[in-house]
């Protein structure tokens, strides 16, 4: 592996990170298959897990806690907050109340008293993000949290986050987890740019594309209608023709697209390391065999021309939408009422 700097947190971190969702019920019921499949990880020279209380409703934290027993001081240990947890609204969110209670919960859960990276999963609309940084704060200087950092956020987010931050004195994110793949490009934009401005490292989710860049999935022959149905960017005829002139550009460059895929997400400069979350043994073994693959400009410049840098084709049903996007009437001027 050929490792690169957090940022500018002087951590250094594998190109790939090792992501937790699909340990639990969720993915993988098998806790020692998944425990296999951390130690591979690791072994081949992976020193990021990543993973979150929302995964398998704690499941995927406890598997992974059960993992590192041993291996703890090897690793670079990340979960978040955020999620919404059973019916109670005040379970979830980023404010200090349910941030307090949920790392308690997630330290049991990983058998460590302290957390490398924690993350806020995603934006909170109805917090004030000096509260979460407040909180976050404390937490790094009680020894729970060693680095703190965002998933999603908007660019423009970001940038008040620095600002709070450097005005009150607070911990600063020092990590942002956009998804990035090459059909998902969006971030090449303003969110790399601002975090490279800000010495943020990158964790990239969905190098995949949520499984669109493995190849089961191609037009007119989606292989797994259940998932097509229930993910709609699986049967996104944008995204799908994208899919096929990115298929014969692997063949032609004589490498599996998967590989492709994996190979074009960490040769940003901007990013740090990219999320692989594999379900099975065999499926980390085939991901890993691409970590020192590194794509020609030829490649590269060919991808830009299949889909437009700073652009996405379609959206992952997984990305973040602020409130603008989802709530016609944040967009739209009332009406005037009749005299």
């Given at each position: 592996m050929r490792y690169r700097t957090l940022g500018r947190t002087g951590i250094k971190v594998s190109p790939y990170a090792l992501g937790a969702m699909?340990?639990?019920?969720?993915?993988?019921?098998?806790?020692?298959?998944?425990?296999?499949?951390?130690?591979?990880?690791?072994?081949?020279?992976?020193?990021?897990?990543?993973?979150?209380?929302?995964?398998?409703?704690?499941?995927?934290?406890?598997?992974?806690?059960?993992?590192?027993?041993?291996r703890r001081d090897d690793v670079i240990l990340a979960t978040k907050v955020h999620r919404v947890v059973g019916d109670d609204p005040n379970q979830g969110g980023n404010s200090r109340r349910w941030i307090t209670a949920s790392i308690d919960k997630s330290l049991c859960r990983l058998q460590t008293d302290y957390l490398d990276l924690y993350q806020i999963h995603r934006p909170d609309p109805d917090t004030d993000v000096e509260e979460t940084l407040s909180v976050l704060s404390d937490l790094v200087r009680s020894g729970k949290v060693r680095a703190i950092g965002s998933s999603t956020m908007p660019a423009s987010d970001m940038v008040e986050a620095q600002w709070i931050a450097a005005?009150?004195?607070?911990?600063?994110?020092?990590?942002?987890?956009p998804p990035?793949?090459?059909?998902?490009r969006g971030i090449e934009a303003?969110?790399?740019?601002?975090?490279?401005?800000?010495?943020?490292?990158?964790?990239?989710?969905?190098?995949?594309?949520?499984?669109?860049?493995?190849?089961?999935?191609?037009k007119g022959r989606q292989t797994d209608l259940r998932r097509a149905a229930i993910f709609t960017h699986l049967s996104d005829e944008r995204r799908l023709d994208a899919v096929e002139e990115l298929t014969t550009l692997a063949d032609d460059a004589g490498l599996p697209l998967?590989?492709?895929?994996?190979?074009?997400?960490?040769?940003?400069?901007?990013?740090?390391?990219?999320?692989?979350?594999?379900?099975?043994?065999?499926?980390?073994?085939d991901l890993l065999a691409?970590?020192?693959?590194?794509?020609?400009?030829?490649?590269?410049?060919?991808?830009?021309?299949?889909?437009t840098p700073g652009t996405d084709v379609g959206a992952l049903d997984m990305a973040y939408r602020p409130p603008a996007l989802l709530d016609p009437t944040l967009r739209r001027r009332p009406a005037h009422a009749a005299s």
């Open positions: 699909m340990f639990g019920g969720v993915g993988n019921p098998d806790h020692d298959d998944c425990i296999r499949i951390v130690h591979r990880a690791l072994d081949a020279g992976v020193n990021v897990i990543d993973t979150a209380p929302a995964y398998s409703g704690g499941e995927s934290e406890e598997i992974v806690g059960k993992a590192l027993k041993g005005r009150r004195g607070l911990e600063r994110f020092r990590c942002e987890q990035y793949s090459i059909l998902d303003e969110v790399l740019p601002v975090a490279q401005r800000y010495g943020m490292g990158i964790l990239a989710w969905s190098p995949l594309a949520q499984g669109l860049l493995t190849g089961r999935a191609r998967r590989y492709m895929a994996l190979a074009f997400a960490v040769a940003h400069p901007g990013v740090s390391s990219t999320i692989i979350g594999p379900r099975t043994l065999d499926h980390l073994k691409s970590a020192d693959l590194d794509l020609s400009d030829d490649i590269l410049d060919r991808i830009d021309d299949i889909v």
